[in-house]
Nanobody
């Protein structure tokens, strides 16, 4: 059973920073392509960032490019999202997602349907 647990959310002022983490248990983390998504009430879950299973390739939504950095530590079975220069519009529940058995080490995925396993989410609130 694969489980994903996010941590690191909280309340921060605009311009501040947060670092989210996603710990993965079960399966082989190094074979998972990973991603971050976010969702606000009444809206669909939207793509934020993705990283290939090797960590060699990353992809970002235009809205976070240059401010957020996705990374992973395969030795620790953990993925991270460093969020800098936060804006009130970044306020959302953030979810990590895993796509197992990613054969290609440099492929990234940005669609909700590409991922099989999801965490429970962590809330990020950015005050003006």
């Amino acid at each position: 059973q694969v489980q994903l647990v996010e941590a690191g959310g909280g309340l921060v002022q605009a311009g501040g920073s947060l670092r989210l983490s996603c710990g993965v248990s079960g399966g082989t983390f190094s074979r998972y392509a990973m991603g971050w998504f976010r969702q606000t009430p009444g809206k669909e879950r939207e793509f934020v960032a993705a990283i290939s299973r090797s960590g060699l390739r990353t992809l970002y939504a235009d809205s976070v490019k240059g401010r957020f950095t996705i990374s992973r530590d395969n030795a620790k079975n953990t993925m991270y999202l460093q969020m800098n220069s936060l804006k009130p519009e970044d306020t959302a529940a953030y979810y990590c997602a895993a796509r197992p058995n990613s054969l290609n080490p440099v492929v990234v995925y940005n669609a909700h349907s590409d991922y099989e396993y999801w965490g429970q989410g962590t809330q990020v609130t950015v005050s003006p």
